[in-house]
């Protein structure tokens, strides 16, 4: 059996350790919490600077070429889509107006038609809107290629240590979309 009395300098121990270790903890926080302080200070020397891409694919001279190539390149799809739409819409309206007086065969077999012509256009609706989508990632795509081409280059001459896309709030000081824009027109 151990005595309390054997035990005692052992506790006076630890207790000693405990106290030592807590110095050092405290010793590392107040290190930790200087050189987090100190950071901001040393980025006051940083360059940074904003780009406002959802504007750049909205206003620069290349989206809107892509644009416009686009709506030139699906014009006749979409407007013989528009065109079955309103030929759906049409024999519809025909067969409601009609049906009542029609017999029974040539209700069904309008009905078959308008189901078939409804088929047809959700297909055409859709490998539209699927090659619309395709097409409109490649041209943007393109066009993100070369506006991180341009920030790039922008960054180089204008010695920038950062350059953001996505925030929460810019100080308009920082926008630098609109030489990015003028670059890619370029």
Not at 17 to 37: D, I, P, T
Not at 128 to 141: H, I, M, V
Not at 161 to 182: C, E, F, G, Y
């Amino acid at each position: 059996m151990t005595s309390v009395s054997a035990i005692k300098p052992f506790a006076s121990a630890r207790s000693k350790y405990a106290s030592v270790a807590r110095r050092v903890s405290l010793g590392l926080s107040a290190c930790l919490v200087a050189s987090v302080m100190a950071a901001p200070v040393q980025a006051q020397g940083s360059k940074v600077g904003f780009v406002n891409l959802d504007r750049i694919l909205r206003d620069s001279s290349p989206a809107k070429a892509a644009q416009i190539k686009l709506e030139s390149e699906f014009k006749s799809r979409d407007d013989e889509i528009q065109r079955l739409a309103n030929t759906l819409r049409s024999e519809y309206q025909k067969l409601d107006k009609d049906g009542p007086v029609l017999s029974e065969s040539d209700r069904v077999k309008r009905e078959r038609n308008i189901s078939n012509m409804d088929v047809d256009l959700q297909r055409k609706q859709r490998e539209f809107q699927e090659d619309l989508n395709r097409r409109r990632n490649e041209e943007f795509g393109n066009i993100i290629d070369n506006t991180n081409a341009a920030i790039q280059r922008i960054a180089e001459q204008q010695n920038y240590d950062l350059i953001l896309q996505n925030a929460v709030t810019v100080n308009p000081r920082v926008d630098i979309t609109d030489q990015v824009i003028q670059a890619m027109g370029k």
